[in-house]
């Protein structure tokens, strides 16, 4: 049997930094609504920098931490709904700039909880045998896709990636991972593709934004996280209480309180910094990850609950001994 570890962690915000009171010279808000609504008190913009740009950024520090020489990296996945072309994906654009001769890369989307997809699948890959490092990726540009005339949403996203390194290990460290989805057919959380009106006209059709039903999303969010990490801790016969800490997805601070209190699990055990990025969809949970590490909130031996929810309707948890 082999298993599983997460060997190295790193994650890359951008330089330009919008607290809530500049988002007040556009955006018809207050830093009192915004911070008591969602908890964000700022977020990191890009500011001409790709989805590559951030990736690369983080996977240099994942490497860095995880102390391996980066050709032995044989399988890279980036989750990201912001990729910076429909193709070359920013996988094997990745691929390319780490010159990492011929590792197997590939993009995929499954909105916020793109992380825990991209775990799941590199985690199998590498106990199915064939693959030993996995470089895994959450990057996202998502303001470009931010509505600014639209108060309910533009002031909740933030740009950013983390990074991970799993690789194979003689102790079972990631433990077990779930994923889920509901099909969104009430379209509560949205960006479309632009309309193929005539496809013999080469028309060209401007770019949609995120569109949001907030309180349905905050609904299915408070509902799903709890039921992800209770599944997570009865199908491996733990409680709560065996769990040193939660990282959860970081929408909405009053997303992770509520989730604590139906979890009833102390708020000292919830990491947030959703203060100080807003929600960066797939580079939420592994920022998140990287940030407690080197924070020192998780610790070597830790047994911790990673849980995201996203757009799709999408939901994912891991638990994983670091
Ligand atoms: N500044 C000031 N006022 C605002 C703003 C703003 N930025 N946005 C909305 N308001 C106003 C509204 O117009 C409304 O005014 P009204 O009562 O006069 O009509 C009032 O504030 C209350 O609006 P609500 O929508 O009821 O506010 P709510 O308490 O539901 O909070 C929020 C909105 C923060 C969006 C909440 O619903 C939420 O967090 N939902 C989940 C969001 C989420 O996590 N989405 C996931 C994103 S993608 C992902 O991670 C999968």
Redesign the pocket.
């Known amino acids: 049997m082999s298993f599983t570890k997460i060997a190295g962690t790193g994650s890359y915000v951008p330089q330009t930094v919008f607290t809530n009171d500049d988002l007040k010279q556009f955006?018809?808000?207050?830093d009192e609504?915004?911070f008591t609504?969602?908890g964000i008190r700022e977020r990191h913009m890009t500011q001409g920098e790709t989805t590559l740009d951030l990736a690369y950024h983080a996977a240099i520090n994942a490497i860095h931490s995880a102390q391996i020489d980066k050709n032995e990296i044989d399988l890279i996945i980036v989750a990201t709904v912001t990729a910076d072309y429909a193709f070359p994906g920013v996988s094997q654009l990745l691929q390319a700039q780490l010159e990492i001769e011929g590792a197997t890369a590939f993009d995929i989307n499954a909105?916020?909880s793109g992380f825990l997809y991209a775990m799941q699948i590199a985690d199998k890959m590498i106990k199915a045998g064939g693959f030993h490092n996995a470089l895994i990726v959450g990057a996202e540009t998502l303001t470009r896709l931010t509505d600014w005339r639209d108060?309910?949403?533009c002031?909740?996203f933030g740009d950013g990636a983390g990074a991970m390194i799993i690789s194979k290990s003689d102790t079972n460290q990631i433990t077990d991972i779930i994923t889920g989805a509901q099909g969104d057919t009430d379209l509560l959380?949205v960006c479309k593709n632009p309309d193929l009106k005539d496809p013999h006209v080469n028309a060209i059709s401007s770019q949609d934004h995120i569109h949001?039903k907030?309180?349905e999303?905050?609904k299915f969010?408070t509902r799903i996280m709890p039921k992800t990490v209770t599944d997570l801790l009865e199908r491996n016969h733990l409680t709560i209480n065996d769990l040193d800490c939660v990282v959860a997805?970081q929408?909405?601070q009053?997303?992770i309180d509520k989730s604590a209190r139906d979890l009833g699990i102390d708020m000292s055990k919830m990491f947030s910094n959703i203060h100080k990025y807003g929600?960066t969809?797939a580079a939420?949970v592994p920022i998140a990850i990287d940030e407690a590490i080197r924070t020192n909130f998780l610790k070597k031996g830790d047994r911790f609950i990673t849980v995201a929810?996203?757009?799709g309707l999408t939901w994912g948890g891991a638990l994983i001994t670091l």
Not at 27 to 30: A, E, L, P, W, Y
């Open positions: 955006v018809d808000t207050s609504w915004i609504r969602t909105a916020c108060r309910n949403t002031v909740l959380l949001m907030g309180q999303v905050f969010a997805h929408a909405n009053r997303i929600n969809s939420s929810f996203g757009g």
